[in-house]
């Protein structure tokens, strides 16, 4: 595809956000999905780990790493709640795909934006397995950052056009209200979690919170409703109060990561859980009947960041929506030594020519 071997094409914020609006944000999400469901259909294939965290006094620096024996990925991933204050982002991230044939890097993303895809695309991706037939409200709770890409996602996989709005932030809901409108959406702003969840189908939580949060309680929660619970990530860090769990059917994406960072690490080691693939080959049934409360117990896998850059990367040729980064070197008996390089860039600039790289 790049057909320089030296060159590792780099994409860069700006030219994430220009792919998004190129190819449109729906479409976008529609087709990373199904790159998704393409790699947990071939699950077995791929090496699987908990992420590696390293935490901290400051917050915490996360990779990401896997590979299907052809190709080996990585997101590199930090969260620092103080960087708010200096002015610097919470999260951001990057990712990086290589050949396993050679080891080059073929690929060097941010992953920033593009992890807010990959997790609302992922949530619809559950819920158009699981959720309940003909669903077309949702409760969203928790209007940050994610919430918006979450809304659009389950619009585009599964037709969701009422949308019930609540954060503990009023300002949070009235800004997401305003971004969200004119997309299509029937738009409520609630006043509690409670009336939130009133007449929905699927209830998503997408809250941030650094404790032991109760978004939902129990008598929130009726029979036949699908939760999408996001926000519960991290050891010590979630959103639902533990009876939910007791009286739903959960869904997670790799059992040993999620065990240690999603909303199952309030249950024992072995209470029954269902990975996701499962469901998306075929191997055991999803949704089974209408009265059955689902869970996505979403924490965010591997997998997911690697179906992302490779869907990232095969849209490249056709945008040339990326920069050339001369990152390998060639072989001993086709490059010239460095000293030879340096020369030439003496020799330019004394002639008055500047390179820029
Ligand atoms: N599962 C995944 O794959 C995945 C991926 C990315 C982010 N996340 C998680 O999603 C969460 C949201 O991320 P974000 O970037 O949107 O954060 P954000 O800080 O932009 O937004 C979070 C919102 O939650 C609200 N909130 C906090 N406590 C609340 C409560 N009790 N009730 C209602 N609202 C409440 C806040 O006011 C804020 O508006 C984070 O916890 C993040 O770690 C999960």
């Not at 002015?87 to 990057?94: E, K, S």
């Amino acid at each position: 595809m790049i057909p320089k071997l030296n060159i590792l094409p780099f994409v860069s914020v700006d030219h994430m956000m220009k792919l998004v609006l190129k190819i449109g944000v729906e479409r976008f999400l529609v087709e990373l999905a199904g790159y998704i469901e393409d790699d947990f259909r071939r699950w077995q294939l791929f090496d699987k780990t908990p992420r590696l965290a390293s935490h901290s006094a400051e917050g915490v620096i996360e990779l990401m790493p896997t590979s299907d024996g052809e190709v080996y990925g990585f997101k590199y991933v930090n969260g620092h709640p103080k960087n708010m204050r200096e002015g610097r982002q919470t999260v951001t991230a990057f990712g990086v795909l290589a050949d396993v044939q050679n080891g080059y890097p073929v690929l060097l993303s941010e992953m920033t934006i593009l992890t807010a895809l990959r997790t609302a695309a992922m949530s619809a991706l559950a819920a158009k397995h699981l959720a309940p037939v003909g669903s077309d409200c949702m409760a969203l709770i928790g209007n940050g950052a994610q919430a918006e890409f979450q809304a659009v996602a389950f619009k585009a996989l599964l037709g969701i056009r009422k949308l019930r709005l609540y954060d503990i932030d009023r300002t949070a809901t009235e800004k997401c209200f305003r971004n969200l409108a004119g997309l299509g959406f029937d738009l409520v702003a609630c006043s509690t979690a409670q009336e939130a969840v009133e007449g929905a189908h699927i209830i998503t939580t997408v809250t941030a919170d650094k404790q032991y949060a109760t978004i939902l309680t129990d008598n929130m929660v009726g029979s036949g409703v699908h939760i999408n619970a996001v926000g519960g990530d991290c050891p010590g860090k979630t959103e639902l109060h533990r009876d939910i769990l007791l009286r739903s059917d959960i869904f997670v994406e790799y059992g040993p990561q999620t065990r240690i960072e999603g909303e199952i690490q309030q249950l024992a080691a072995n209470h029954g859980v269902t990975e996701l693939w499962q469901v998306i080959t075929g191997s055991v049934p999803g949704r089974r009947d209408p009265g059955q409360i689902t869970l996505f117990d979403s924490v965010g896998f591997a997998i997911e960041d690697f179906s992302a850059l490779r869907y990232v990367r095969d849209q490249l040729t056709s945008t040339g929506l990326y920069q050339e980064l001369d990152n390998a070197g060639r072989s001993r008996r086709t490059a010239r030594p460095v000293w030879h390089a340096a020369a030439c860039r003496g020799a330019a600039v004394e002639q008055g020519c500047h390179l820029t790289t």
